[in-house]
Each structure stands twice: as C-alpha cells, then as structure tokens.
C-alpha cells in the first residue's frame, strides 16, 4: 500500500524518464541517430502539414493554383533544418509563356530549393508512388501534381503527352527532375528524354535550374545532416520553337552539359571532373 507522503513510480513512467533522458544524449552523442531523428521529423512534418493542406486545398478540388498553398506551409522548413538557400536568375523566369523547368535530383531536400522558387501554376512530374504517401500523396493530387508509371513507359510517355496538351490549354508549367531519381553521389546522372520530349511536343521553352551539391551538410551514405548552404541558379531559357523529336538527344545533352558546368561550379568542383555520363 502507498504510504501517505512517497509516491510511487509505475515501469512506465521509469521508461519515459530513460526515453527522454537518451533521446537527448544519443541526438548530441550519435550523428546517426541525429540524422535518423532530422530525416524522420522532415517526413513527419510533411506529412502533418500535408493534413493542413488537404481540407485547405479540397475547397477548389484537384487544381493546379493549391501548389500555392503546399508552397507556403513549406517554405519555413528550411529555417527548421538551418539551411540557407541563395537564389540567382529570378530574371529567366520572368516568362508568360508555359514553359518546362528541368532541375537535377539528390535528395528529398530538393522538395526545399524548389519551394524557394516555384512559380505560380507550375506542377512537378512525380514517380506514382508518391501518390500513395498518405497525406503528402493526397495533397499532391490535390495540387495538380502529375504522377507516371516508371513501370511502364508507355504509359508515363503518354501521360506527358497529355501533359503538353495541358501546358498549353491551361497554362501550367510542368518541373521535371531529368535524372528521373535521386542522385545521392554528388554529380548528375545521365538525363532520361521525357522533359525534353514534352517541351518539343508543346513547343515551349526549357528553364534550366541546378541546386548546387549538398556535400558540406547532408550525405546520406554518411549519415549526416547539419546546417548548410544551397545555392540556387536559374538558368537562361532554352527556345525549342522549330524544334521536332529527332533535336530532342541533341537538346538534352546541350541543357545537361550547361547545367552540370553550373551545378560544378556551384559545388566548387573541378569543370573536368565527375562527370558519371558517358555520352
Ligand atoms: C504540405 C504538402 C505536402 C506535399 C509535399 C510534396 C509536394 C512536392 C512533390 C515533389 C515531387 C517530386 C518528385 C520527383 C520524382 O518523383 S522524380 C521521378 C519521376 N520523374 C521522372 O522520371 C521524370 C524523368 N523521366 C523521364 O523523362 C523518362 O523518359 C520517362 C518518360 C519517365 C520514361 O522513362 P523510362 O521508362 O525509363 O524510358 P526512357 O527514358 O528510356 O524512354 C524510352 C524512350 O521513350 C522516349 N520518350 C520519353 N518520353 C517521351 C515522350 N514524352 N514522348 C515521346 N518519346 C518519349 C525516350 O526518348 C526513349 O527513346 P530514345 O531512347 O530516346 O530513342
Ligand atoms: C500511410 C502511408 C505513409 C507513407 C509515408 C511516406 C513518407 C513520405 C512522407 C513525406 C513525403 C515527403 C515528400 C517529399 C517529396 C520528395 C519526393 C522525392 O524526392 O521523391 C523521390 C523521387 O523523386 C525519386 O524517387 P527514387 O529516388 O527513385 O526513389
């Protein structure tokens, strides 16, 4: 019986009290725990803000103006994470046109870089599977996000040939990652021809933009994730007007050499070097 006075400690209690005393120790002892915690928090977040987002979004119903309202419950998550990202050519995207905005791919952060920029009406192209990520998918489909099949490429071809009969009858912009997936290595991956293909088919033109190599404070093989910098470079247009299907190699490796020279010196890395494509 509890004698009047002391008080008793269940088992769950004791096993609070040791959670919220390691927890501290092993986020300050352990850089992997801390980046497990960083990267865990980032996706939880996300997903709880995607619960904001959707009754906010479902008001107008699937349409491509909610991207703005994803945008903003996303844009304070760099200050979260300490990342400071320095935008250059905010100029080229002065365009009234449709155009296809290509940039390269290392990792989930780029979801930050992009919602630095985004412009208004513009979509990002995303794997299928993204649509099945709980909240964040839904709000995704609420924002008007595009999602292909990687499976099967006819049916990713033929949902950005829909894409630029979209672009044109609507007005949107469409943001494709080329690489076509995550490229943790620090370079850039050969580009898959779809961008380029669905500019050339709604004769739009392509606005390049390379997010400078996150080395300095995340590597995921490494298992570290600090505070950083990012720079953010939007590039001159690329015209396609007058362009057909045959141009498209010729356009995608011209739009990947510039970009990867930028990405390079962003990254300062040598221009010669750590270029993985062999084209
Ligand atoms: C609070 C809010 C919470 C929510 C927060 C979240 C919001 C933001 C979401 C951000 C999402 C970002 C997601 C990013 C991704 O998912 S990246 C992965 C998906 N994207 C891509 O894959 C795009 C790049 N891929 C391509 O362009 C591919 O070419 C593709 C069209 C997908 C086909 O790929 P694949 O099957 O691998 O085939 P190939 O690339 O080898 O192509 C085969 C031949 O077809 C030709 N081709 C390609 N596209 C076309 C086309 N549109 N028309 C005609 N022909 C086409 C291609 O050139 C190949 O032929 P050749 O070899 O050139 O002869
Ligand atoms: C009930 C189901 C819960 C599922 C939880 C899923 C967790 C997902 C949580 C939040 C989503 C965060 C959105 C981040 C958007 C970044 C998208 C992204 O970077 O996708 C990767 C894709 O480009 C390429 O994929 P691969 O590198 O080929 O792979």
Redesign the pocket.
């Known amino acids: 019986m509890q004698q009047a006075g002391t008080m008793e400690i269940s088992v769950g209690q004791w096993i609070l009290i040791l959670v919220l005393i390691l927890v501290p120790l092993l986020y300050e002892w352990s850089a992997t725990f801390k980046y497990l915690c960083k990267m865990a928090f980032y996706n939880g977040w996300?997903l709880l803000?995607?619960v904001l987002?959707i009754p906010i979004c479902a008001v107008r119903g699937r349409n491509v103006e909610n991207m703005r309202i994803?945008r903003f419950?996303?844009l304070h998550i760099k200050y979260l994470y300490g990342i400071k990202i320095e935008v250059r050519g905010w100029e080229n995207f002065s365009l009234k046109e449709p155009y296809v905005v290509v940039s390269n791919?290392q990792s989930e952060l780029d979801?930050l870089g992009?919602m630095e920029i985004l412009p208004n009406r513009c979509v990002?192209?995303?794997?299928r599977e993204?649509m099945y990520a709980g909240t964040?998918g839904l709000?995704?489909w609420l924002?008007g996000?595009i999602f292909?099949n990687?499976k099967k490429?006819d049916d990713?071809?033929s949902v950005?040939?829909e894409a630029a009969q979209t672009m044109l009858r609507e007005d949107v912009r469409v943001w494709?990652?080329?690489e076509?997936?995550r490229n943790h290595d620090g370079s850039m991956l050969p580009f898959?021809?779809?961008?380029f293909?669905?500019a050339v088919?709604a004769q739009v033109p392509i606005i390049p933009i390379v997010m400078s190599s996150y080395k300095d404070f995340y590597n995921k093989k490494e298992r570290r994730f600090t505070t950083g910098k990012c720079m953010v470079r939007i590039l001159p247009k690329v015209e396609t007007r007058g362009l057909g299907?045959d141009e498209?190699?010729e356009l995608a490796d011209s739009v990947r050499k510039m970009m990867l020279a930028t990405f390079l010196e962003l990254s300062g890395e040598p221009s010669q070097s750590r270029d993985t494509c062999s084209q």
């Open positions: 996300i803000l995607a987002a994803l419950l996303l791919h979801l992009m990002p192209i995303a794997k993204l964040a709000a995704c924002a996000v292909i990687r490429t990713a071809i950005m040939s494709v990652f080329p076509g997936t898959k021809r779809g961008a293909h669905l088919q299907p498209v190699p």
